[in-house]
């Protein structure tokens, strides 16, 4: 072999060895940038599941806003609102024929559900038809209330009594 064949030979080799280099080095390089991509990929995907899971929660608060208000007024939201839960029973005592006074007003805790109370006590007077309406008319207030003491006595054949003991719950985030 003559010498240009042999420098035309070494330089061939030199110039293979260095495509192969290059060619190693970027299957390395794409393979590298491959497994970053997985991962930006798998992070977008848990970005777009989590956005996507905020707009559904967004769209069911707004749809539910009118169902979440009914439900919300058969509960006391603070104590306060008892008052207003009074003047109701004051206001309907009469419609329904009984003399009402209320006997006492108070918080309890449910000692089975440990959630809290307001516990009311009325006693109210009238025919044995209109007690008995009117406790029905308590029972069913719209409020999630339990009637937890109904004691009826008759005064004499025309005027019977009634003592009642409810409980309406008091809604209350905070403590829970």
């Known amino acids: 072999m003559s010498k240009k064949t042999i420098k035309n030979f070494i330089a061939s080799l030199v110039s293979l060895i260095l495509a192969g280099s290059a060619f190693g080095f970027m299957v390395y390089q794409v393979d590298k940038k491959s497994d970053l991509m997985n991962e930006q990929v798998a992070l977008l995907e848990k970005e777009k599941a989590?956005?996507?899971?905020?707009?559904?929660?967004?769209r069911i608060a707004i749809e539910t806003a009118e169902d979440r208000a009914k439900l919300q007024s058969y509960f006391f939201i603070r104590e306060s609102e008892s008052i207003d839960f009074l003047?109701?029973?004051?206001?309907?005592?009469?419609?329904?024929?009984?003399?009402?006074?209320?006997?006492?007003?108070?918080?309890?805790?449910?000692?089975?559900?440990?959630?809290?109370?307001?516990?009311?006590?009325?006693?109210?007077?009238?025919?044995?038809?209109?007690?008995?309406?009117?406790?029905?008319?308590?029972?069913?207030?719209?409020?999630?209330?339990?009637?937890?003491?109904?004691?009826?006595?008759?005064?004499?054949?025309?005027?019977?009594?009634?003592?009642?003991?409810?409980?309406?719950?008091?809604?209350?985030?905070?403590?829970?």
């Open 50 to 58: 989590t956005e996507a899971s905020h707009y559904t929660l967004q």
């Open 87 to 176: 003047n109701r029973v004051e206001a309907i005592a009469p419609q329904a024929g009984v003399t009402l006074e209320t006997e006492g007003l108070k918080q309890v805790e449910g000692k089975e559900d440990g959630y809290v109370w307001i516990e009311s006590q009325f006693s109210f007077s009238g025919s044995r038809d209109d007690v008995q309406r009117f406790v029905r008319i308590l029972e069913t207030l719209p409020y999630q209330l339990r009637l937890t003491n109904l004691e009826m006595s008759a005064q004499s054949s025309s005027l019977w009594e009634a003592l009642v003991t409810i409980k309406v719950r008091v809604l209350d985030y905070d403590s829970q």
